[in-house]
């Protein structure tokens, strides 16, 4: 069963570091991950999608990179801004029919002023 | 403006009440999907549907039940409300191809049972 996990699971920074989100799954047979971004109480914005047959995708000052042989994936966040605080999620698409996205817990960074 | 709507966005309700979760959405996304969320864990599937007259439940057992009588309207309901039922639901839809669709997500319902 495909389980998805994100380390660290918070993070605090002050503005202006760069800095690397991590997520790890078990199972590489995979469609795509897709990074999200939750703010509180709120739903899911995504960020970036990177396709199987991909590498990474970039949007800005994030980039993402994806390494399916191994099962892992990095979410960087150029020079962080106290805006960029929120929780970010990582989630999976199994190959599997009649499933949706599988997701982890998220890592909550805050970046302070 | 494309885009996936959720009401009510906060709804506090007695133990045992009927309630229904309205989503909607203007992309003419085929496929829809409930997801629940409690604080600080992962979202988890409860319900999806492919398409009007399609629906399936997730991995997650859920006591919930949807319809899609419309492409656009993805409403899922309560019958009784219990106070375990307290917890974050997300609607989203995509298209149906795989590989390259990415899922909208709603603002979110937070449902509180006393």
């Known amino acids: 069963k495909q389980e998805v996990t994100q380390i660290p699971a918070a993070l605090s920074v002050p503005e202006g570091e760069n800095l690397v989100l991590n997520c790890s799954f078990t199972d590489s047979a995979i469609y795509n991950l897709q990074w999200f971004r939750q703010d509180p109480g709120k739903g899911l914005t995504s960020l970036l999608l990177i396709q199987s047959s991909q590498r990474e995708q970039t949007s800005g000052r994030l980039n993402a990179s994806l390494d399916k042989s191994s099962g892992r ?21 199994p190959r599997e029919a009649g499933t949706a996205l599988i997701f982890g817990k998220g890592t909550t960074l805050s970046v302070s002023s | 403006e494309a885009d996936i709507y959720q009401t009510p966005r906060y709804l506090v309700i007695g133990t045992g009440k009927k309630i229904t979760l309205e989503c909607s959405q203007t992309m003419g996304h085929d496929k829809m999907y409930w997801y629940q969320q409690d604080p600080g864990m992962e979202l988890h599937l409860i319900h999806y549907s492919y398409g009007v007259n399609s629906t399936e439940k997730g991995d997650l057992s859920s006591e919930s039940t949807v319809s899609r009588i419309r492409t656009e309207h993805f409403p899922l309901t309560l019958e009784s409300a219990r106070p375990s039922h307290t917890s974050q639901y997300l609607c989203a839809s995509s298209e149906l191809a795989p590989n390259v669709h990415t899922q909208y997500f709603g603002p979110g319902t937070r449902l509180t049972v006393l």
């Open chain 1, 73 to 93: 994936s990095t979410l960087y966040i150029a020079a962080s801004q106290p805006g960029d605080s929120a929780t970010y999620l990582c989630a999976v698409d």
